[in-house]
Structure formats: structure tokens, C-alpha cells
């Protein structure tokens, strides 16, 4: 409420017209203020902030992080500082596989302040977005993706974030939109390939999703998550040995994913080798406890625990043909 009441001060102060986007579930408030003017930084401010990016640069994150909260007391209005450090309590966070609720909270602090002391400065914006990805905040890539949309030249990049976090909600349409911009934007980037391309298969337009992916297997042949996806696409389709190909093939690219021993666990049950599925699941379970993902798929978790443990396990594994219909899909 202390930052709305200060927007609508800037606003009465300064004849600006500021718009407050609020996102249900995030302790975060992102103020677009038009026509506000960015803080002129002074030198000395540049010089401590490009330090503490070196100390970054040196995965040295918690000198990084104490030398912008020292660039922040000198001045407190130092937009680049507040930014890095959130972006570099991330990164520290990331470096250790755990995230409190507090520093989340505080990570998205320096990112709003970022934004709301300069709301032209893009980069505050692509942080914040690239961030809220990597922590499954996709309602809050979608809000401050269609503002930094408003604000500024579209990325390819920007848009597969997008694409990705709408399919990830289940709307594949929307999903599909953002990817073509994102491959029109830059025709090279793989991940828009995948993301429409598995948004392809989810529609059930399996010959487009082929098409897409396979151009992203030509861009990048070590790209597991194109592989992985082409596979579902052939899975989705029932061509099991094709798919079973890919699978192989995505999982032999990147042996710690969870993921392709989870798609060939399915194809396992679609083939009626309920054995084989309960081996491939139980890999993936433990693959996926021993990710250092800050943010875990806890309800693929869940389920492949109870798989493993109250079916495979048990020797009861018939249950998993009626089980896996109910499932979470990767």
C-alpha cells in the first residue's frame, strides 16, 4: 500500500499517469509511471555497480550481493544496484539448490524498486522476467511480459518465455502465438521451435510439432529437451520405436533430466511392459530428488513416489495402466 499511495504522490506531484498491475499469489506490485524520468546516476555509481557485476562474473555472489547493498546506501535511488542484487541473490540461491519464501520476497523487492525508481530501464525488466521463469512464477513472466512488450522492442528471447509460460498454464493457443514471434524475431533460436512444437502435439497437429522439432534437433543435435519432445510428439501418435528412439536419444544427451525416463516410462505402460515402466519411473524419481532445481515439479514428485512405492514396490504394478491415465504429463 506504502509504494501505491508513493506512486499516486509522483503522479499528483508530477502529472504522470501510473498504472498498478497487481498478480493474485505474488507479494509483488510492478508500477508502470509514463513519462517518469530515470535518475541520473553519476559515475562513482557506475564504477560500483560494474564492480560487483566482476565479483558476479567471479561467482563470488555474496561479495556481489554486500557490494550493491554498499552502492544502494550511497545511493539509495541507484536503480542498476537494486536489480543486480536481485538478480544476484538468484543466482547465490541457485548456486546452493534452496530458496526461502523471504528471499524470493526479496529478490522480487529489488526488482520492483528497480522498475519503479526507472521504469525505462529494460533490463530490470528482463531480469525480473527471466527470474520469475526459473521460479515458475508464470503468471508474473505473463503480466511483466505484456508490459515490457509495451515498453519496448520485443526479444526473441522475451517471447519464448511467453510461449512457455502459457503452455505451461494450458493454453496452447496463446503458446503458439508467442512462438511464432519468438522464431520470427530470431529463426535460430531453438527453444521457440520447441515450445511451439510441442504446443503442436498438445493440439494434436502432430505433422507441424514433427516439423518444428526437427528443426530444432537441426539447430542444436545436443539439444535434449528437442529430442525429448519429438518423442512425445511419435508417443502421442503411438509410433512407439520412434518414439522410443528420441527418448533414448534425449536421455543419453543429459543423463541427470528426469524427464526422458519418465516419457519412456509411458511408452513402457502404452506398450504393455508394466516392468519396464516401473523401472524407468523409479530412475526418474530418483533423478528428480537429485536435482538442484530451486523449484521442483512437486506433483510429478508425488506421483512418482506413489508409483514406485505403493504399486512397483508392492508388486501390484497393474495398477499403473489405470493409474497413469490419471497422471501428470511432462
Not at 534452496?98 to 529478490?107: L, R, W
Not at 530444432?216 to 529430442?227: E, G, K, T, Y
Request: glycine fraction near 6%; aromatic fraction near 10%; include cysteine.
Amino acid at each position: 500500500m506504502k509504494v501505491i499511495l508513493q506512486c499516486f504522490s509522483t503522479m499528483i506531484n508530477r502529472r504522470n499517469y501510473c498504472l498498478p498491475i497487481f498478480l493474485l499469489g505474488f507479494s509483488f506490485v510492478i508500477l508502470a509511471c509514463k513519462s517518469k524520468d530515470c535518475v541520473t546516476l553519476k559515475e562513482e555509481d557506475y564504477q560500483r555497480n560494474a564492480a560487483a557485476e566482476q565479483q558476479c562474473d567471479n561467482q563470488e555472489f555474496g561479495k556481489a550481493m554486500s557490494m550493491s547493498t554498499a552502492a544502494i546506501l550511497v545511493n539509495p535511488e541507484n536503480y542498476i544496484a537494486h536489480s543486480n542484487r536481485g538478480i544476484f541473490l538468484y543466482y547465490q540461491c541457485s548456486n546452493t539448490g534452496k530458496i526461502t519464501p523471504a528471499q524470493k520476497d526479496s529478490i522480487y523487492a529489488d526488482f520492483q524498486k528497480s522498475i519503479s525508481i526507472c521504469p525505462d530501464f529494460s533490463k530490470g525488466y528482463r531480469n525480473l522476467i527471466r527470474t520469475a521463469f526459473k521460479l515458475n512464477d508464470y503468471d508474473l513472466v505473463i503480466e511483466s511480459g505484456h508490459l515490457y512488450n509495451s515498453r519496448f522492442e520485443k526479444t526473441a528471447e522475451l517471447m519464448s518465455f511467453l510461449a512457455d509460460s502459457y503452455f505451461k498454464k494450458g493454453q496452447y493457443e496463446s503458446a503458439l502465438k508467442f512462438a511464432d514471434e519468438a522464431v520470427n524475431v530470431d529463426s535460430r533460436l531453438g527453444s521457440g521451435y520447441i515450445i511451439r512444437g510441442k504446443s503442436h502435439t498438445k493440439l494434436g497437429q502432430f505433422e507441424a510439432a514433427v516439423k518444428d522439432l526437427t528443426t530444432a534437433i537441426d539447430l542444436d543435435h545436443n539439444d535434449w529437451m528437442a529430442w525429448h519432445e519429438r518423442g512425445n510428439c511419435y508417443l502421442a501418435q503411438k509410433q512407439f520405436q520412434a518414439a522410443r528412439s528420441d527418448l533414448i536419444t534425449a536421455m543419453g544427451i543429459d543423463t541427470s533430466r528426469p524427464e526422458p525416463l519418465f516419457s519412456l516410462g509411458t511408452l513402457a505402460i502404452e506398450m504393455n511392459n508394466l516392468s519396464e515402466a516401473c523401472d524407468y519411473y523409479h530412475k526418474s524419481w530418483l533423478k528428480l530428488n537429485e536435482s538442484p532445481s530451486l523449484v521442483k515439479n512437486e506433483r510429478l514428485e508425488k506421483y512418482l513416489q506413489r508409483v514406485v512405492l505403493e504399486y512397483c514396490i508392492k508388486g501390484e504394478p497393474g495398477v499403473l495402466q489405470q493409474l497413469h491415465l490419471l497422471g501428470p504429463r511432462i
